[in-house]
């Protein structure tokens, strides 16, 4: 896909983490390590110096969801396709 | 329970409830064909389950002959009310009442369920709904059998948990599964689901009778208005606006302000706040379910804040992480904190902040704003207990204790 097929800016996507799936395995964290940390149980937690505020309407579980930049799409897909409880969606918001 | 006289100046919903059906049905007559759902806009309305949500936009959301005036059209929107048309929305009454010191839902179900089952009704022939359930807490189940029943209402049995009347929680028991709060990937209006608090119901059964400007006769411009509250002499009515003072009565002290979820008032924020979120958001507070707990004289907030969050991570459905752990370590330390343990407080903030927004009902985000608002009202008693003193029961304070910081 190139550029020229995208006339208008590509609507933004977010990572939204269902939390009555999750587990805290840890695999999105592992792949996308700038925008995930792990809280004290393991669970994912978005990062402070991130794009997504902790707390903020931002925040994983409702809303939008964490905002995910163009070069890191890539990696969010795979942390969707590979978490073992199918608890990460890529919303376009 | 006490129900106490109605502060509000015009007769509402405690005045008109009628527990008996012929009573009823002589005093209010049959119900008006009148657009409901335009009445309701009018009238401002909002859910008085604690969420405040305006009810006709919730009823147009479900409702397959509304024509786009409640929200923008997008392609959900419209598989929503393809969907909804084809089988019909289903109406929820929610009387799961599990707030533990809201007893108004009871009280109204107990009082006047003709009332809840006239909004019911109203609002099921305004949106075309193809069922109606009533949910209603294990106290008061049996006394609306009948009432339901003689109107075609199937009546669900709720167990009297703090997290039952959640509204996915509400809806996942009376389909026959385990009643814990759901991801909200797809909102409850998606699939021409409306829950709606008894108490909203009553309102709506009044607003289907008597119109919008009576309703707004009564609380502000922006809220307009009753609600029923429960507070320290029991359940009243109460217009939106009213002085905190001129609700509590005699009753002085910091005032935990919507419920377990709330958040707590100091003495002096109580003298000078109204009932009403305009009011109350100063304080990071809102009138919620109409909650208003005061502990008892000499009992300590810090502690009394300890309880309760103990007994709200009790509570967790316990489906998400930060919630599972986080509750429980939250309420261990409040506890530490009460009994004087030093560092307790910012180790506190950390985990609060770790909490919000990390699951997938608001159980973990109206803990935090509980414990939150508790270290901002009781913040002088905090630096008491590190003394091992306490301000509230004047125990063992050093006489510097009580000085002003």
Not at chain 1, 30 to 47: A, C, I, K, Q, S
Not at chain 2, 44 to 72: E, I
Not at chain 2, 309 to 330: I, K
């Amino acid at each position: 896909m190139t550029h020229a097929a995208h006339p208008s800016p590509p609507p933004s996507e977010g990572l939204r983490i269902d939390w009555t799936r999750c587990t805290g395995r840890g695999v999105c964290a592992e792949l996308l390590p700038e925008l995930l940390d792990r809280d004290d149980w393991g669970y994912p937690l978005p990062r402070e110096d991130g794009v997504a505020p902790r707390g903020s309407s931002a925040a994983p579980g409702r809303g939008g969801g964490i905002p995910v930049p163009r070069a890191r799409r890539r990696d969010a897909r795979e942390a969707v396709r590979l978490c073992p409880r199918l608890a990460l969606r890529l919303e376009h918001s | 329970m006490t129900v106490l006289d109605p502060t509000t100046r015009r007769a509402g919903l405690l005045d008109a409830a009628e527990p008996d059906p012929d009573a009823h049905r002589g005093r209010h007559g049959p119900l008006p064909e009148i657009d409901l759902v335009t009445e309701l806009q009018r009238a401002g309305l909002t859910g008085r389950g604690g969420a405040a949500f305006p009810v006709w936009r919730k009823l147009a959301a479900v409702s397959p002959r509304t024509t786009g005036s409640a929200g923008p059209s997008t392609r959900s929107t419209f598989a929503r009310r393809r969907a909804a048309a084809a089988t019909g929305p289903v109406l929820v009454a929610n009387g799961a009442e599990g707030e533990p010191r809201s007893a108004k839902d009871r009280t109204l179900l107990t009082h006047g369920p003709h009332l809840v089952l006239d909004g019911l009704e109203a609002a099921a022939r305004a949106v075309g709904a193809r069922r109606c359930v009533l949910l209603a807490h294990p106290d008061v189940v049996e006394r609306v059998r009948p009432a339901a029943a003689e109107r075609g209402i199937a009546v669900v049995a709720g167990d009297g948990g703090f997290l039952d009347g959640e509204e996915t929680a509400a809806v996942a028991r009376i389909e026959g599964r385990p009643p814990v709060p759901a991801d909200k990937t797809r909102r409850l209006v998606e699939r021409g689901i409306a829950v709606l608090n008894v108490e909203t119901l009553a309102h709506i059964g009044l607003v289907a009778r008597r119109g919008a400007d009576w309703f707004r006769s009564a609380g502000t411009a922006d809220e307009p208005g009753t609600m029923l509250v429960t507070g320290p002499g029991g359940v009243g009515e109460v217009e939106l606006g009213t002085p905190l003072p001129e609700v509590l009565g005699e009753v002085r002290g910091p005032v935990l302000v919507g419920g377990f979820h709330g958040a707590w008032l100091a003495p002096g924020e109580v003298l000078r706040a109204r009932l009403s979120r305009e009011s109350l958001r100063e304080f990071g507070a809102a009138p919620g379910a109409g909650v208003l707990h005061v502990p008892a004289p000499g009992r300590c907030g810090l502690v009394e804040t300890a309880e309760i969050t103990t007994f709200l991570a009790g509570a967790s459905a316990r489906q998400c992480g930060p919630c599972r752990n986080g509750l429980p370590a939250l309420a261990d330390l409040l506890h530490r904190l009460a009994a004087g343990h030093p560092h307790t407080a910012p180790e506190i903030a950390r985990i609060s902040a770790l909490l919000t927004g990390r699951g997938a009902c608001h159980h973990p985000d109206g803990t935090v704003r509980l414990v939150r608002s508790a270290l901002r009202v009781f913040a002088t008693d905090v630096d008491a207990h590190l003394r091992g003193g306490c301000l509230a029961t004047g125990q063992s304070s050093p006489p510097h204790a009580e000085a002003p910081r």
